[in-house]
């Protein structure tokens, strides 16, 4: 373990943070290899074979997100309006990215910019090593929850074709905002580890700028938290919970969305669990209904 967390840390400052998820998913394999180093090389060809079509899955998720932008305008100014309708009372009649940049931004780096670049990264990995560890503890869990995160990917990624929104960076360029900074990787800078967001740059330039709508950064938070809290101690559960707001002020502080965006993703959580949860009850009750008849071999006359 000790030789992956050298390499790991050697590539992370090289190359940059491990935010694609081929990319992710290869340090991830790595990662259980070196932990079960004495499991048979089986095993771990095994995660290997059960892991690629969901990498294969995220690959496409993300290049697909990027034909959502079909040159048509965005929408921006309802988010706006609706941000400024909901805070506006509070923050002066500014959107909340507006307000907290004026408050907290500044051109020195501070611990909250580091923080947020820290939890900002998060988003590439929780959700992925949480699955890993499902996958090495409990197969079946490991089935449940897939099912529930792809769903929730599905419908995102559906929303982003029908409805393309711009995030508050994209307004403030575009003349509809006052000025606002996209500074969700500037945290790092504070170590001197200007290389360490490499790979995250390159995606945000590469990236769709209309999917801001809703924000899988903080669905995926709440999703994961959801997922395992009912299996977690309740005195726990407050720092579990406190993820996904740190990731909701990260990504309001940084520029990339809109609290309605938030909210949105968040709802679009719950009905992933509530669908998802009655398509495997309707499943089951049909398997019940329907037992599968084994082949009994027939009994010897004689």
């Known amino acids: 373990m000790t030789v992956w967390a050298v390499a790991f840390v050697g590539a992370w400052l090289g190359i ?137 990917c599905a419908a995102g990624l559906v929303t982003y074709f029908i409805y393309p929104a711009a995030p508050p960076w994209w307004a403030a360029q575009n003349g509809l905002l006052t000025e606002v900074a996209r500074i969700s990787t500037r945290g790092w800078k504070a170590f ?19 999917a801001a709508m809703p924000s899988l950064h903080t669905a995926w938070a709440l999703f994961v938290v959801l997922f395992f809290l009912t299996a977690t101690r309740r005195r726990w559960w407050p720092l579990l919970l406190a993820y996904p707001l740190a990731m909701t002020f990260t990504l309001v502080y940084s520029g990339e969305h809109y609290v309605i965006d938030v909210l949105v993703g968040w709802a679009y959580v719950g009905l992933t669990f509530l669908v998802v949860g009655l398509a495997e009850r309707g499943w089951a009750a049909w398997r019940a209904r329907h037992p599968s008849t084994k082949t009994q071999r027939p009994t010897d006359p004689t």
Do not use: C, K
């Open 16 to 152: 940059g943070l491990p935010t694609d998820p081929a990319y992710a998913f290869v340090w991830i394999w790595l990662a259980t290899i070196a932990w079960n180093s004495e499991r048979p090389w089986r095993s771990h060809l095994r995660f290997a074979r059960d892991w690629v079509p969901v990498v294969l899955l995220f690959v496409v998720y993300n290049l697909s997100r990027g034909f959502a932008d079909n040159g048509a305008t965005p929408h921006a100014m309802e988010l706006i309006v609706a941000d400024r309708f909901m805070f506006g009372w509070a923050t002066g009649g500014e959107v909340p990215t507006v307000w907290l940049q004026q408050h907290l931004y500044r051109p020195q780096v501070h611990w909250w910019d580091v923080a947020a670049s820290w939890v900002y990264f998060s988003h590439f990995v929780v959700a992925l090593t949480a699955a890993a560890v499902l996958w090495l503890r409990d197969r079946h869990r490991w089935a449940a929850y897939m099912r529930r995160w792809g769903f929730l």
């Open 192 to 210: 001197g580890m200007h290389g360490a967001g490499n790979v995250l740059n390159a995606g945000q330039i590469a990236s769709n700028p209309v």
